[in-house]
Structure formats: structure tokens, C-alpha cells
């Protein structure tokens, strides 16, 4: 009875909204540099700090945001805008759809919002999870969404408020931070597996760069990165032991 009673009490302190608040917190210096960088480059591509926050609730997404501000700089229409950041978030779908049938307990609606608020740092983190518990909580879940979302309106916004002292964020090194955070999340996933799912992970990465590499010939890098990802996502699953 009492090591029922531990489990039970060990799967509702995993899946705590509290806890979704502690396991968010190794990505958020990779949110507050990469927002405040955001921030600095919004200011100079003559956005408002309103629009910045705008930008940060609605798109909710780094890489989109970033583009973003370079077509509006160029004066790309609208509708370019749209289409570009649509295509670049598409990953977003592989990834929901991987987290997807660990939180079909819950109801349409609340699944949308653990869909909506996903991010490649959330994910990197829920996959850690599940690895290790094989399980996904919603109340974990809202925890870490929930978390890494203010973080990054915050961290935009005040960005947004010292760009004009803050005019290039490559010399502070913000933009590298977004890759050290995915070396930090990649390693965290690799930790404690055995040697012949480590060679096929890392066979898979090689994979990945070749055909990333190969696909840069023929499509711009946004879409090389898609059908790369799609391809190799694909084979990997395919070759799963």
C-alpha cells in the first residue's frame, strides 16, 4: 500500500503546475537573451514597443519574429509576411503531433492551448520528460507553457524599451544564445542512453546536415530546413530499435 501510495504521490508532484515552472526555468536565459536581442532589432526596424508586444503575444515565435522584422525592413507586402512565417512555424505541426498522443486524456480545447503555446524549448524539454517518465501531464505541462510564454512577451518587450542604448545585440553575444540553449537541451537528451540508440541519434544527425546541406542548392534555407527535418524525421522513425 505505501508504495502505491509513493508512486501516486511521485506521478501528481511530476505533473504539478509547479513543477512545469521549475523544469522551464534551465531554458529561460535562452528566452531573455534571445527576446532582449528580438527587442533591440524590433526598435531599429522602426516598430513600437507596442507592436513589439503585440508581435510577442500573437506570433510567439523567435525565428518568425526575427524574419519578420527583416521583410518589414525590405517593404515585402503583407501577404509575403504571412506566407514566409507560416512555412517557417510549420515545424511546430511535427512537433505537436510527436507530444500529441500523450495528452489525448484531455479536451479538445485544452489540447489547442498545449499546442499554441508549444515552442522548440518546450518541446526539447517535454521530450526530456518523456524519456525519462514516459508520460506527459497537463497541469506540467501548463506550467512550462505558461512560464516560457511571459518570460518571452516580458523579455521582447523590455528589449524593445533599451533598444535605442542597446544597438547591436551581436556584440553581446545574444544571438549565439538560442544555439547554446538547443547544444544544452540536445545534450540533456542524450544523457544516459544506451551506445546503440546514441549511434543512431547521432548517424541521424549527420543524416540531417547532409540533406540540409544538399536540399540549400535547390530551396530557400527555410524550406531546406522543413524537408529536411520532414526526411530525416521520417527515416529515423523508420529505424527506430
Request: glycine letters at 10%.
Amino acid at each position: 500500500m505505501s508504495t502505491h501510495l509513493n508512486y501516486n504521490e511521485s506521478a501528481l508532484t511530476s505533473d504539478s503546475f509547479s513543477q512545469g515552472i521549475k523544469d522551464c526555468i534551465p531554458t529561460l536565459l535562452g528566452y531573455v537573451s534571445i527576446g532582449l536581442a528580438f527587442g533591440v532589432i524590433a526598435i531599429t526596424s522602426n516598430l513600437s514597443v507596442f507592436e513589439i508586444f503585440l508581435l510577442s503575444v500573437l506570433v510567439y515565435a523567435g525565428s518568425a519574429q526575427f524574419i519578420f522584422c527583416g521583410l518589414y525592413v525590405a517593404g515585402a507586402p503583407f501577404s509575403v509576411i504571412i506566407i514566409t512565417t507560416f512555412i517557417v512555424n510549420l515545424r511546430h505541426l511535427l512537433m505537436s503531433l510527436t507530444v500529441a498522443p500523450h495528452l489525448t486524456r484531455y479536451s479538445p480545447l485544452r489540447n489547442i492551448g498545449f499546442g499554441t503555446l508549444l515552442t522548440d524549448e518546450t518541446f526539447g524539454v517535454a521530450v526530456t520528460k518523456l524519456m525519462k517518465e514516459k508520460q506527459l501531464g497537463g497541469n506540467w505541462m501548463d506550467g512550462l507553457n505558461l512560464t516560457a510564454y511571459i518570460t518571452w512577451i516580458a523579455s521582447c518587450t523590455i528589449g524593445g524599451l533599451i533598444g535605442k542604448w542597446l544597438p547591436n545585440a551581436e556584440n553581446w553575444g545574444l544571438d549565439f544564445a538560442l544555439i547554446a540553449m538547443f547544444g544544452a537541451l540536445l545534450v540533456l537528451n542524450l544523457n544516459g542512453i544506451g551506445k546503440s540508440k546514441l549511434m543512431h541519434y547521432l548517424k541521424l544527425i549527420a543524416l540531417m546536415a547532409i540533406v540540409l546541406y544538399a536540399l540549400l542548392y535547390f530551396v530557400p534555407g527555410h524550406l531546406a530546413v522543413l524537408i529536411a527535418t520532414i526526411i530525416v524525421a521520417t527515416i529515423g522513425v523508420a529505424t527506430e530499435k
